[in-house]
């Protein structure tokens, strides 16, 4: 009907073109219990996952997680949580070997319940 129309991209397409993807907006936490954290961002276009790494902001490993983009925007951090310790989150949008740039938040996780019984 529309000769002049082109079809739209697979994502494989958009994989194999080298197109790299924005960087997600709006990181942040939405919810910090007692030894986990979750964190959410707005989805970029095009993005087949999402790589999330955080480490202790005074050193440690950094630990790296991969959030399917089809299924989530969003992903609940345990492991290697250390309490009352800042740590940096990175969070980059992935389509094919392309990165994009790092959204990039900062936070303080809580004291342990029982801390003050230790003291």
Known sequence: IFPDTLAAASLDDIAT????????????????????????WTPSKCASMYDVTYQQVTGGE?????????????????DGLVSCSEFEIRVS??????????????????????????L
């Open 17 to 40: 073109s080298g197109y790299r993807p924005k960087k997600p907006k709006d990181v942040k936490i939405v919810d910090s219990s007692q030894g986990q954290i979750e964190v959410s």
């Open 93 to 118: 949008a992935v389509i094919g070997d392309e990165y994009s740039d790092e959204a990039v938040l900062s936070f303080t996780t809580a004291p342990e319940i029982n801390a003050a019984q230790r």
């Open 62 to 78: 950094a630990i790296s997680k991969q959030v399917q983009a089809l299924h989530e925007n969003s992903i609940l951090l345990v």
